[in-house]
């Protein structure tokens, strides 16, 4: 049975009409899911620990006020006038502005044979015309665009809490970089500052374990320790930097051995006594005491049974690992790049002490270190450590023999300039 | 008078012409529109291709009376509109007026851009005023009054182009395009057999009366205010001086002068005629974009940019249909 639609001018009234609640709800469906995000947030147990019940109401109550105007004034801005309506009505039923016609001309101002004529006209077409049929609500993809919005909101704020210290964290061994950036400003401890930025390079590489990172920490904090006895004025800059440095390495300790027993407690072949031996060695060295006789040289062939204990399929890489510590020991330059560039031979047993004479003496020996001038050595460490792999060469001439006297007629003509902190030394 | 019998009546007169026309549709229609809603047209086309002969056979269609001139440089105004003659009746001599061709119902105003511009703005006061004064007297032309003038737009030598002023008097500017092979076929059967057609009359008699109430009929046809806003904004857009009003970049960059509100006013009365014709009451967007390109195609006035690049007024004014919003 056909809809009764009465005038045209009815039907125009009709339409702007329904157009006005089509936007009402269009104006309820996008502002309906930030409520809902903002409401249900209120009520997650952490949402309201961060803010009282009356706080939450009172945002609550903005919000739904805000609404309010917000779809009072899209009603009242963009809502479908008669005159609109009569245009779409138009378009519907091809009424070539018969509808708009009628909703909009002055009926005093029209011959009214012609004004009945074209009303009967616009009338002939409205049969055509079914409001809900032509004129479905449709829900609008601002609605889509406000609820996923929304979820993405709430989600976030029930995510923020466990991935937060995530993103915070810092990459290990950035605060031993930072310490050894330090120390190597003051002269006397390049040696130990190229060592730990070394040592911060090895620990962010992927495929370390855990272990061998332990390992790698725990020689340095020896280290540190023994040349923090050295260190004859104790509260100097020096002594400072040496306590920074050790309290990042004991950080880092703690971190590994946190890491260790986390995945002690869901990993299957890690060995009770491995971790309680690790543990212990650990602690040791974390109260600054120096390591035992037995345990300071500690042979690298046994160090994996020392670890915590691990599966078998490790093997290979642990034994990669305590060649690289093998290096650090040997005074190697400990840069991942110019471990590659040193032929990958046995190295030397032990290094000799200056007359020291030893049955089979360097012959088992298949390379030896030069080290360079402490500048120079710095940075080539440096730029190792960062993984550009170039050779660098210095730029200063390296050589034993001594200068000739300015006044020898054999004295070399170029100058070279003299580092700063040699200046005091000759006067 | 009722609508359709307006439409019936159009479409009569519309089939007597094209008994003798062939082809030339559009122009046909374009031309009664404009005479019903009291405008003059000015048809521009090639010699030959049946103007003269479209006018006449409007004239015989609706049984008006029907003067020619063909306009020549050596035409005077007097030749037009008639003079002062000395006659003697009575044994007293005395000036005596002697109305020139103008004075006439339907005018057709040959190759119009032949006459010197002295000539030619004597037609403009009977074209306007639909009255002439010779001597400081008025003389009233006889109603229905329609001029309707032909240009050659090929030759320019001793021809002087009509001034915009004029231009701007015309209701219409049709363009008169030479005929199709198979209307030109047409036109050879038509005119070089043994018999002649010729249009009959449409109207019995008093035809200036019907002619009348059709007129009238057709300035009451309702229009809609958002409609007539369009074509205030059409008009209003070919105004290059508009300013920051005016966003078409055609309008700044080829036109020197818009269309005065006579092109409005032409729109209005020729979408208003058209819909009566397509059997409505009312106008559409449809009567509007039908009737604006001869109701503003003579009263745009291009740069010389726009003649450099052979641009020509009817582009522009589908740039401005495409780009004024209706709404």
Not at chain 1, 326 to 336: A, F, I, L, M, S
Not at chain 2, 122 to 134: D, G, P, R, Y
Not at chain 2, 206 to 230: F, H, K, N, S, T
């Amino acid at each position: 049975m056909p809809e009764k639609l009465g005038s045209p001018e009815r039907i125009a009234g009709r339409l702007a009409g329904r157009l006005k609640r089509h936007l009402w709800w269009d104006t309820l469906l996008v502002l309906f899911p930030p409520l809902f995000a903002v409401t249900s947030l209120g009520f997650l147990p952490y949402g309201a620990a961060w803010r009282p019940g009356v706080a939450w109401i009172g945002v609550g109550a903005l919000l739904a006020a805000s609404a309010f105007l917000i779809g009072l004034w899209r009603a009242r801005g963009a809502a479908a006038s008669v005159r609109q309506a009569a245009r779409l009505i138009d378009r519907k039923v091809a009424g070539q502005e018969r509808f708009v016609t009628l909703a909009t001309m002055d009926p005093s101002a029209c011959p009214p044979f012609l004004t009945a004529r074209l009303r009967d006209e616009a009338a002939g077409l409205a049969p055509r015309l079914k409001l809900e049929r032509d004129f479905p609500y449709r829900i609008k993809p601002s609605f889509f665009q406000s609820l996923i919005l929304s979820l993405s909101m709430i989600l976030l704020f029930l995510l923020l809490p466990q991935i937060a210290p995530v993103l915070t964290s810092e990459r290990p061994g950035g605060e031993l970089m930072r310490s050894a950036e330090q120390l190597a400003r003051i002269p006397g401890f390049s040696e130990l500052a190229r060592k730990l930025e070394a040592l911060a390079a090895r620990l962010q590489e992927p495929a370390l374990t855990d272990a061998a990172r332990r390992a790698l920490v725990r020689e340095m904090l020896a280290q540190l320790a023994r040349q923090r006895a050295a260190e004859q004025q104790p509260g100097g800059a020096g002594g400072e930097l040496l306590d920074q440095a050790g309290d990042a390495l004991r950080r880092l300790a703690q971190g590994l051995e946190r890491g260790e027993e986390r995945g002690g407690e869901s990993g299957q072949g890690e060995g009770k006594e491995g971790r309680g031996e690790a543990g212990g060695l650990a602690n040791r060295e974390l109260a600054g005491k120096e390591p035992g006789p037995g345990e300071k040289q500690q042979p690298e062939k046994k160090r994996p049974e020392t670890g915590p204990g691990k599966g078998e399929g490790e093997g290979k890489d642990k034994s990669r690992e305590m060649k690289g510590a093998g290096k650090e020991q040997g005074g190697g330059t400990g840069g991942r790049n110019l471990g590659e560039e040193i032929p990958t031979g046995k190295s030397a047993e032990r290094f000799l002490k200056p007359g020291e004479q030893v049955e089979k003496g360097m012959k088992g020996a298949r390379f030896v270190t030069v080290q360079l001038p402490e500048q120079e050595a710095a940075r080539e460490g440096g730029d190792s450590a960062r993984g550009q792999g170039r050779q660098i060469r210095p730029k200063t001439a390296v050589s034993n023999v001594p200068l000739r006297r300015p006044d020898n007629p054999e004295a070399a003509a170029e100058k070279q300039p003299l580092p700063l902190e040699y200046r005091g030394l000759i006067r | 008078m009722e609508p359709e019998k307006y439409r019936e009546l159009f479409l009569q007169l519309e089939a007597e012409v094209r008994k003798v026309i062939v082809g030339h549709a559009d122009v046909i229609r374009k031309v009664l529109v404009a005479f019903f809603a009291g405008g003059h047209v000015l048809l521009e086309g090639v010699p030959g291709l049946g103007k003269t002969l479209l006018i006449k056979s409007l004239s015989r269609a609706l049984g008006l009376s029907f003067k020619r001139v063909q306009f020549t440089p050596d035409l005077m105004p007097s030749d037009i509109i008639g003079t002062q003659v000395l006659a003697e009746s009575d044994g007293r001599r005395e000036f005596q007026f002697k109305k020139g061709p103008i004075f006439a119902q339907v005018i057709l105003a040959d190759e119009i851009n032949r006459a010197t511009p002295k000539t030619q703005s004597a037609v403009l006061e009977a074209m306007e005023e639909k009255q002439v004064t010779v001597f400081g007297e008025s003389y009233p032309l006889d109603s229905p009054f329609m001029v309707l003038a032909t240009q050659n737009p090929i030759e320019l030598e001793g021809t002087y182009p009509l001034p915009e002023a004029q231009l701007d008097r015309f209701f219409f500017k049709l363009l008169v395009s030479p005929p199709s092979p198979r209307d030109l076929g047409e036109i050879l059967q038509r005119t070089t057999g043994a018999g002649l057609r010729e249009a009959s009359r449409v109207f019995a008699h008093d035809g200036a009366a019907a002619v009348a109430q059709m007129q009238q009929l057709l300035r009451q046809v309702i229009i809609a205010p958002p409609l007539e806003d369009y074509v205030v904004r059409l008009v209003h857009a070919t105004q290059p001086a508009a300013g920051k009003g005016n966003t078409i970049a055609a309008v700044h960059e080829y036109l020197r002068f818009g269309s005065s509100p006579r092109g409005a006013q032409a729109i209005i009365l020729g979408a208003k005629g058209n819909a009566l014709v397509e059997g409505r009451v009312h106008v559409s967007y449809e009567d509007i974009e039908t009737v604006i390109y001869p109701a503003l195609r003579h009263r745009l006035i291009l740069n010389f940019q726009a003649e450099a690049e052979n641009i020509n007024a009817d582009q522009i004014l589908a740039t401005l249909v495409k780009k004024v919003p209706r709404d």
